[in-house]
């Protein structure tokens, strides 16, 4: 009887503990920025992509070197068709953060939706050789919380397309597949 009530006060004190660290970390290692762009990462998972522009441009207003505001921006540019502002902005987030693989495979699907495919192969190829795992795309679990029920194109697949069609004579390429382009995801961090 005495270790079910040591266990069960165990258990409960170390989920207090928990959820204490947790909101301490999450709340107390705020900077400026970070709840806006909180926000706005919310409101564009939702689909509001121009109202997530406009939380994510704030968030770079009290923080101009936000990196995950600059990809939010991006993202929201990108889902807008907003391409050359997109671009704008993920050369921005490069100079920022020039180590970071995503910015480079954001800025390849840029350059893809742009026509622009031997820009788009060499950033995709760049962001590969520098993070192998963006090859695997979303997670499972990120596709289980979101209801996405069929693995997204990655950019290791889209790479792997454009280079096959690139490798045929100009008149037969499709480089473009709406039907596939559209279910392909931006990156996240």
Same mark, same amino acid.
């Given at each position: ?15 207090? &503990? ?23 990462? @919310? ?6 992509? !121009? ?11 009290? @923080?101009? +070197? ?7 921006? /991006? ?7 907003? &391409?050359?502002? $997109?671009? /704008? /902005? ?9 180590? &970071? ?9 840029? &350059? ?7 820009? $788009? ?32 194109? /990655? ?8 280079? +096959? ?17 559209? +279910?392909?995801?931006?990156? !996240?961090?």
């Amino acid at each position: 009887m005495h270790i079910q009530k040591f266990l069960k006060w165990t258990a409960i004190l170390g989920v207090v &503990f928990w959820l204490s660290y947790e909101g301490y970390r999450h709340f107390a290692g705020m900077g400026p920025g970070d709840i806006l762009y909180i926000d706005g990462n @919310n409101i564009f998972k939702d689909g509001e992509f !121009e109202r997530s522009a406009d939380y994510f441009k704030r968030a770079l207003e009290e @923080n101009p +070197k936000h990196q995950p505001a600059l990809v939010g921006l /991006t993202n929201s540019y990108i889902q807008l068709k907003r &391409f050359p502002e $997109a671009l /704008t /902005t993920v050369e921005e987030a490069i100079r920022i953060n020039p180590k &970071f693989a995503g910015n480079y495979a954001t800025r390849g699907i840029i &350059f893809d939706h742009l026509g622009k495919y031997e820009l $788009a192969i060499a950033d995709y190829e760049k962001s590969l050789t520098m993070d192998p795992e963006i090859a695997d795309g979303m997670h499972w679990l990120t596709r289980l919380l979101y209801n996405v029920q069929q693995r997204p194109p /990655t950019v290791a697949d889209r790479l792997g397309y454009l280079k +096959k069609q690139m490798s045929l004579p100009a008149s037969q390429r499709r480089l473009r597949n709406p039907e596939l382009d559209g +279910k392909q995801r931006p990156y !996240e961090q």
